[in-house]
């Protein structure tokens, strides 16, 4: 639940995200209110995701709006987020759908038994404190034949942050059978602006 202007505090406490909800979707490609920028994120989930009906685990899901265009393509999704308020946003935001959202961490998600064909994170995993570890946690929340879908990045130049895209891949190869790398930096309508850092989704197959 991040993007280029909050990457410097994405480990802030849960109330500092439940006070940036309010206006956390005037981030271009968190609202995706603008329709070339949605449009550009519903394309790529559309490759990205399975071509028939599936249940999509959407971490740190914010306020929802990857889990709306997962659900208006026919998917089925769970949300999670560790933000009351951004769950409540996501809520209202899905009222109506094939969707639940849920509050609870996205490194340990309050699921239960239940288990997905598809894990989809954007720019979560790399706030986290442990990467390894809870991508092997991910992994047995996949049913067999389930597929990752993780948007991640490297921000900034003075001091970067995030996961390259090599380090990212080399983590989920123990743990997939299939794992590729789709760079995202040039595509501008995906982000509302041109941007020079890394930007990149890795889709794994288990």
Same mark, same amino acid.
């Given at each position: 639940m991040t993007?280029?202007?909050t990457h410097?505090v =994405?480990?802030?406490p849960e109330e500092d995200?439940?006070a940036?909800a309010?206006? *956390?979707?005037?981030?271009?490609? +968190?609202?995706? #209110?603008?329709p070339q920028?949605?449009? =550009?994120? &519903?394309?790529?989930l559309r490759?990205?995701? @399975?071509g +028939?009906?599936?249940?999509?685990l959407?971490l740190?899901?914010?306020?929802?709006?990857l889990?709306?265009?997962a659900v208006e393509?026919? +998917?089925?999704?769970?949300g999670?987020d560790?933000?009351?308020?951004m &769950?409540e946003l $996501?809520r209202?935001?899905?009222a109506g759908r094939t969707?639940?959202i849920?509050?609870?961490? $996205? $490194?340990a998600? @309050?699921?239960?038994?239940e288990?997905y064909d598809?894990v989809?994170?954007? +720019?979560v995993?790399?706030?986290l404190p442990?990467p $390894?570890a809870v991508?092997?946690?991910?992994?047995?929340l996949?049913?067999?034949?389930?597929? *990752?879908?993780?948007v991640?990045?490297?921000w900034?130049t003075?001091? @970067?942050v995030?996961?390259?895209?090599?380090?990212?891949a080399a983590?989920? =190869?123990?743990? =997939?059978?299939?794992v590729?790398?789709?760079r995202l930096?040039g595509?501008?309508s995906?982000?509302g602006k041109?941007?020079t850092?890394? #930007?990149? &989704?890795?889709?794994?197959d288990v």
């Amino acid at each position: 639940m991040t993007s280029e202007n909050t990457h410097t505090v =994405a480990t802030a406490p849960e109330e500092d995200w439940d006070a940036r909800a309010a206006v *956390f979707d005037d981030e271009p490609d +968190h609202g995706l #209110r603008d329709p070339q920028v949605r449009t =550009a994120w &519903a394309d790529r989930l559309r490759a990205w995701l @399975p071509g +028939h009906p599936a249940d999509v685990l959407d971490l740190g899901c914010g306020t929802g709006s990857l889990s709306l265009l997962a659900v208006e393509q026919g +998917h089925r999704v769970t949300g999670v987020d560790r933000s009351p308020a951004m &769950a409540e946003l $996501a809520r209202g935001k899905l009222a109506g759908r094939t969707a639940t959202i849920l509050c609870g961490d $996205a $490194a340990a998600p @309050p699921v239960g038994e239940e288990r997905y064909d598809v894990v989809l994170v954007r +720019h979560v995993l790399w706030t986290l404190p442990d990467p $390894a570890a809870v991508l092997r946690h991910w992994r047995g929340l996949l049913r067999p034949a389930g597929r *990752f879908v993780l948007v991640e990045g490297v921000w900034g130049t003075l001091s @970067p942050v995030g996961i390259p895209a090599g380090s990212l891949a080399a983590a989920l =190869a123990p743990l =997939a059978r299939d794992v590729r790398v789709e760079r995202l930096s040039g595509n501008a309508s995906l982000w509302g602006k041109e941007v020079t850092d890394e #930007r990149y &989704a890795v889709i794994a197959d288990v």
